[in-house]
């Protein structure tokens, strides 16, 4: 498939009359696809020079029309002017119109008069996004899916802006991730302008974002004890907090996807920016989703049929992910009563399918072999790769941009760190992973209290996880509780109420994933 490229002077009547040809033939083509890109008479004259130089062409007017097989930044197959693009066009399509000179003129100044309104637009319509740690394998997967969201993209595209702490990469790490800006850049996917841009300060890359994604790695400082880490990460988040508090803007949405104690780390930024920044999330879900692979070997389930198992805990430091609750997809055969009775091979309908949702607890029968299975191929595939893995985070992440931007609030709830408003008993103000909704007003995530607790193994395990938070905020003096209630009897409320049951009975009902600070 060819995808073609039409470069000119918004002001060219031969360029306006390739673009109308070329949103034409994209119209009535499934397998036509174009781009356009439009650059000011002053700056026309470089840009073809450089074009020129770089692809040992000579072209010397507007339009420039190349085709690119298979994949935009493919090979450039010079076609030529407008002339040629006709001839092509006639060739391959059959298309033959006639414009009037007047026409085109009219339609050259209507090209003019939406360029000149595109750029003042785009002069205060980019979606920046900063990545923080974008030395980091995740980040060109992370870029592809983010330009496909739609929703996303505001009147100019989006600009991404890079930063990363030179004295924690090596050259090769850092030649990488220069090759990766220079190739985006070359694509042009949203016009004139350069996707990505590398900050040189945190300053720089962090003032003016809508989007702040965090991919930094904080478990790789393994000569660092466990308390080091922690006070290290505090400090870190701090200098963040300060940067936000005098250059963000306070309605950005920032994202922690860390490696690392990322719970801890949104509470230590929450904390240090006084709750000025209400969009504040850790990056959780991903921690389901071996999960599900698992679960679906195990029983025989369809992966598209199983839901994400909810995700609590101070996640890196530790993890509660809840398999016996997890649910799925059934389809249900509900037989006619005729069927018994309806001789072999009859062509009468037998009965009706159903799908309704299910718990998968019945159809679990070991989760201590699962959660064993899933530690075992996580840590093979650490020592594989020598890093983490970043389809998972990616995807985390991705579906959650598609939900916050989406244009109608829908009813997912997902596994998400937020800060806590008291429900399930977790203390106010820390970031605790725990499911979440999207609030349809404020487009803020909040916990979703409704969410049923139905084991008592599980509420057993979230109370564990908050306790142990609870324990690690006090020895770090991480002050952020603003209900001084929470204690072990207040705990025991209706919603997390002990059942008579004996605790050594329950104890295969659950699977708790303890990640110290080196996880």
Excluded at 54 to 72: F, Q, R, T
Excluded at 154 to 177: A, L, V
Excluded at 470 to 491: G, H, K, N, P
Aim: net charge negative.
């Amino acid at each position: 498939m060819p995808y073609f490229v039409i470069n000119g002077k918004p002001d060219c009547p031969n360029f306006a009359h390739a673009a109308f040809v070329a949103q034409y033939l994209s119209e009535k083509l499934p397998n036509f696809a174009y781009k356009k890109i439009e650059m000011a008479p002053r700056d026309w004259a470089l840009y073809l020079d450089e074009l020129n130089r770089a692809n040992k062409w000579h072209m010397c007017e507007s339009p420039v029309i190349w085709k690119e097989l298979y994949m935009w930044g493919g090979k450039k197959y010079l076609l030529g002017g407008l002339s040629e693009f006709w001839e092509h066009v006639y060739c391959y399509y059959g298309l033959e119109s006639l414009i009037p000179k007047h026409s085109l003129q009219e339609l050259a100044a209507d090209n003019l008069k939406f360029f000149k309104g595109k750029r003042r637009c785009e002069s205060r319509s980019f979606q920046f996004i900063t990545i923080l740690g974008a030395a980091n394998a995740a980040t060109a997967l992370l870029i592809q899916e983010l330009i496909k969201i739609k929703e996303l993209k505001k009147c100019g595209g989006i600009i991404f802006k890079f930063y990363e702490h030179w004295q924690f990469i090596d050259n090769e790490t850092y030649q990488q991730m220069i090759d990766l800006i220079m190739y985006f850049n070359e694509l042009k996917i949203f016009g004139c302008h350069n996707l990505i841009e590398l900050c040189e300060s945190s300053d720089q890359a962090i003032g003016n974002s809508d989007i702040i994604i965090c991919l930094e790695d904080f478990s790789q400082q393994k000569e660092l004890d466990p308390i080091k880490k922690l006070d290290r990460c505090n400090y870190r988040m701090k200098i963040f907090a300060d940067i936000l508090m005098a250059l963000g803007k306070r309605d950005a949405k920032i994202i922690l996807a860390n490696t690392g104690p990322v719970c801890y780390m949104a509470t230590c930024l929450w904390t240090a920016s006084f709750g000025q920044f209400p969009h504040i999330v850790a990056v959780t879900a991903d921690q389901a989703f071996p999960y599900i692979t698992a679960v679906s070997e195990a029983t025989g389930v369809l992966v598209s049929s199983i839901c994400a198992p909810a995700v609590w805990g101070n996640i890196g430091l530790n993890c509660f992910v809840d398999v016996k609750n997890m649910l799925y997809k059934a389809d249900m055969y509900r037989p006619y009563r005729s069927s018994l009775t309806s001789p072999k091979g009859s062509t009468l309908p037998l009965g009706t399918v159903n799908s309704e949702i299910r718990l998968m607890s019945y159809k679990i029968k070991d989760v201590a072999a699962i959660k064993k299975k899933v530690e075992e191929g996580s840590k093979l595939m650490y020592e594989t790769l020598g890093r983490h893995p970043i389809f998972s985070k990616v995807r985390a992440i991705v579906s959650l941009m598609k939900l916050w931007y989406a244009e109608e609030v829908g009813d997912e709830i997902i596994s998400l760190g937020i800060p806590s408003n008291g429900s399930f008993k977790i203390p106010e103000g820390i970031v605790f992973s725990q499911p979440a909704k999207l609030d349809e007003q404020s487009r803020k995530w909040v916990p979703y209290a409704h969410y049923p607790l139905m084991d008592h193994a599980s509420k057993k395990q979230i109370k564990k996880c908050i306790t142990e938070t609870r324990q690690i905020l006090e020895d770090r003096a991480v002050s952020v509780y603003a209900d001084d209630s929470f204690d072990d009897d207040s705990f025991d409320s209706e919603k997390f109420a002990d059942e008579e049951m004996g605790e050594e009975e329950h104890e295969e009902d659950f699977v708790s994933v303890s990640n110290d600070s080196e996880a």
